[in-house]
């Protein structure tokens, strides 16, 4: 299975709060998962991304959980900001020789101020 | 130094047409991906270029076909244009072997009419 599977769809968060974006994969060959913001009109831009060897990883405001048991791995954006308004989309590189990558079908978040 | 270039930025054709889009990779990356991204979807692979080969396919129809020239640049030709090729086409290029994902461009925006 070749799905990454995304939610919640839309996110409305208020300025300072939590936002909580969750991704689900089946397939056990995917070994990098990044996260890309992406602002209209605009291609995507990596964000942070992740090994399935590791459970998490921090950059500034932004964190990936990745629970491999589960086959389950989520972005935490805190202090969320009404700069952070885009839509995000989760990802998982079907294998290190090719760098297919499989994405979510995004989440657009809206930071009220 | 300049990132992924793609253009045309915007483009209308008409059903039946051909069109052709070109993107030129980041410097020092070899290897470019192309998707295409439907209004509110997230973007979906077409296919990879390496080394001037195509190195591995989406599930696209054979109307979707691509060239990489020695310079890495690319293009991505679609013929017989369908009222539903209408999307964001996206390039990303990276450097093989890379652990950091894609560099994105801004896409080119195709309606067919």
């Known amino acids: 299975q070749q799905q990454v599977k995304q939610s919640p769809q839309s996110l409305i968060v208020q300025k300072g709060g939590i936002s909580i974006i969750n991704c689900a994969y089946e397939n056990t060959a995917f070994d990098y998962f990044p996260w890309y913001q992406q602002f209209p009109g605009k291609g995507p831009a990596l964000l942070i991304a992740?090994?399935?060897?590791?459970s998490e990883k921090k950059e500034g405001r932004f964190t990936i959980s990745f629970n491999k048991s589960a086959k389950q791995f989520s972005l935490h954006i805190m202090d969320s900001q009404p700069g952070d308004s885009a839509t995000y989309f989760c990802?998982?590189?079907?294998?290190?020789?090719?760098?297919?990558?499989?994405f979510g079908t995004g989440t657009r978040l809206k930071v009220l101020a | 130094d300049a990132g992924v270039t793609q253009s045309p930025t915007h483009l209308i054709k008409t059903r039946g047409q051909q069109v052709t889009l070109r993107c030129s990779p980041k410097?020092?990356?070899?290897?470019v991906s192309w998707y295409q991204q439907a209004l509110g979807q997230g973007p979906q692979f077409i296919f990879q270029?390496?080394?001037?080969?195509?190195?591995q396919r989406g599930n696209f129809p054979d109307r979707f076909s691509g060239h990489q020239y020695p310079n890495y640049s690319s293009e991505l030709n679609v013929n017989a244009l369908l009222l539903g090729d209408s999307a964001l086409y996206l390039c990303?290029?990276?450097?093989?072997?890379?652990?950091?994902?894609?560099?994105f461009g801004s896409g080119t925006r195709l309606t067919v009419v």
């Open positions: 992740i090994r399935p060897d590791v």
């Open positions: 270029y390496y080394e001037e080969e195509e190195r």
């Open positions: 990802a998982a590189r079907l294998d290190s020789g090719t760098y297919k990558y499989i």
């Open positions: 410097s020092g990356h070899d290897t």
């Open positions: 990303a290029s990276s450097a093989s072997p890379s652990p950091y994902g894609y560099t």
